[in-house]
């Protein structure tokens, strides 16, 4: 027994070094290969296909022998049909297609790098016709970073392409500023939405730092180059300034609802309070209730519906410490398997 409490001791410090070596190797790769600019491909799913491919095999699955038989040549002679319809007029018809994007947003938007490709791809290759579906799921962020999504979104407008909006979970603040540039705003009957307002909140340190003796400077050009500050004295010179900036901004987001939803009423929604979907189409701010897997089932039937999807590639470092990562949770499993049989 001695024997094998040695030998499993010496088996996991080798364990333990053999890791800490692969580590330190990753570490290493990681910080030497640099990748010069994010690059990424873009990823395209034929939803509508996906869809006809599932109530084909849950056909063969529920269906007798016959009856599946009969559907099988329904769908024949209905392909036949369609093949001989566009031969009539003498050239092949490009049915409208619908593309769908998926939006969710983190606090500074920067998914919004994602969205611009996406967007640009769409808009290089949409006919008359076409729409387009975003999905968006944020609570709201950074000013800066949600209107430059909303841009993004303002982009299929200015294009004259019919943008649809759904809100399954959450989108208020920055994610309803982006939602109102639609044509049409759809959110589920639980969906949060609105939140049109404008918050900041900064701790400040001064009485902590003067309790132990701490000075703190800062030095700025400009009277209201700093309104407040984490770690100096606050005036209430610089929180008047502040909150006229706060009152600014909220005055421009009312503004930009303004120019997409004119026949919101603003002093009524504008209050930074936020509703549920099946309030919120009470209010104006959506157009009705429905989940984003039923609108975009009910387009699939009539339509080419196409998943767009810009993802960055990884480099060499991030596979090795995907794989890395792997093999660690396959070991530690295997151990966890010994111990247990043993215990």
Not at 268 to 287: C, F, M, N, P, R
Request: charged share 30%; glycine share 6%; hydrophobic share 40%.
């Amino acid at each position: 027994m001695e024997f094998l409490y040695e030998y499993g001791l010496f088996f996991a410090k080798a364990i333990t070094i053999v890791l800490s070596i692969i580590a330190v190797v990753i570490l290493v790769l990681a910080s030497a290969i640099k990748q010069k600019g994010e690059k990424g491909e873009l990823l395209l799913t034929n939803l509508s296909e996906d869809l006809k491919n599932l109530k084909h095999d849950l056909k063969e699955e529920l269906l007798s022998k016959k009856q599946f038989k009969a559907y099988e040549k329904q769908l024949k002679a209905d392909e036949k049909a369609k093949e001989k319809a566009e031969k009539e007029q003498g050239e092949e018809t490009l049915d409208p297609r619908v593309f769908v994007v998926d939006f969710k947003g983190s606090i500074d938007a920067s998914e919004v790098a994602s969205l611009r490709e996406e967007i640009s791809a769409i808009l290089a290759i949409a006919e008359k016709g076409d729409e387009v579906i975003v999905t968006v799921e944020s609570g709201g962020g950074m000013v800066h970073g949600y209107g430059l999504a909303s841009s993004q979104l303002d982009r299929l407008r200015q294009a004259d392409i019919h943008l649809t909006i759904c809100v399954d979970k959450v989108a208020a603040s920055g994610g309803y500023m982006m939602a109102c540039v639609a044509n049409k705003v759809y959110a589920a009957p639980f969906a949060i939405v609105g939140s049109i307002g404008v918050v900041a909140q900064i701790p400040n340190f001064h009485k902590l730092l003067k309790k132990h003796d701490i000075d703190y400077e800062q030095h700025t050009a400009g009277d209201f180059k700093r309104t407040l500050t984490l770690f100096g004295e606050n005036t209430d010179e610089g929180r008047a300034k502040f909150q006229t900036e706060l009152e600014e901004t909220h005055v421009l987001f009312k503004q930009f609802i303004a120019k997409y939803r004119p026949e919101l009423d603003l002093d009524k929604v504008a209050t930074g309070e936020h509703w549920y979907g099946q309030q919120a189409i009470e209010l104006g701010l959506i157009d009705g209730i429905s989940t984003s897997d039923d609108v975009v089932m009910k387009l699939a039937k009539e339509r080419t519906v196409i998943k767009v999807r810009y993802q960055l590639k990884k480099n060499f470092a991030d596979k090795i410490a995907h794989g890395a990562s792997l093999s660690f949770n396959a070991i530690f499993n295997k151990l966890a398997e010994k111990n247990q049989r043993l215990s």
